[in-house]
């Protein structure tokens, strides 16, 4: 095997392919990673939530990294790496025509909304959700590939 550096034009393709990223944020110098269901256009990412630990922290501390990774041929691997800044896009005037934009680039994968509208059973369950982009700074990308 051997490991190659991947153009960005293949990174945001593996980007636009993925439904799910693993989201990391850090609050104190605890890091905590989630995953989440995530929609590219641009050079953001879009996302919803209920509100919970990972809101809080990214409010707090809205430098974040994303990962994804798709299988390659035989035992090989494609992984990107995302640097970027938490935006929150509110229910108010301002954020309108980016909340709808989220909608519908979520949308486009069935029950997106579930794993990020539900909470466990036994949890108080918010009524609010939110819709929020993480604006890419850096993309790095690596594959292996057999020699
Ligand atoms: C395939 C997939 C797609 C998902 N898509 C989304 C999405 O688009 N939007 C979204 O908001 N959520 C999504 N989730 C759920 C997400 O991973 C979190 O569980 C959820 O968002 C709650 O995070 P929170 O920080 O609000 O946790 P809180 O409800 O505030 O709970 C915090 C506590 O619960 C623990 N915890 C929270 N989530 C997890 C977890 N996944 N695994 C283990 N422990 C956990 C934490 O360690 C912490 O102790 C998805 C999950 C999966 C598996």
């Given at each position: 095997m051997i490991i190659r550096e991947l153009s960005q034009q293949a990174c945001l393709e593996i980007l636009a392919a993925a439904r799910v990223g693993r989201l990391a944020c850090a609050s104190d110098g605890q890091p905590y990673v989630v995953p989440i269901t995530i929609a590219l256009a641009q050079h953001s990412l879009y996302s919803f939530s209920l509100p919970g630990q990972k809101i809080d922290w990214m409010r707090q501390n809205p430098k974040v990294c994303l990962q994804v990774d798709q299988a390659g041929r035989g035992d090989g691997w494609k992984s990107v790496v995302v640097t970027g800044t938490y935006e929150e896009l509110p229910?108010?005037?301002?954020?309108k025509l980016e909340r709808e934009h989220a909608w519908s680039l979520l949308s486009?994968?069935?029950?997106?909304?579930e794993p990020g509208g539900l909470k466990p059973v036994t949890a108080d369950i918010p009524a609010e959700h939110l819709f929020y982009r993480i604006n890419m700074d850096t993309v790095t990308g690596r594959e292996s590939v057999p020699e």
């Open positions: 229910d108010r005037i301002g954020s486009k994968h069935a029950n997106w909304w």
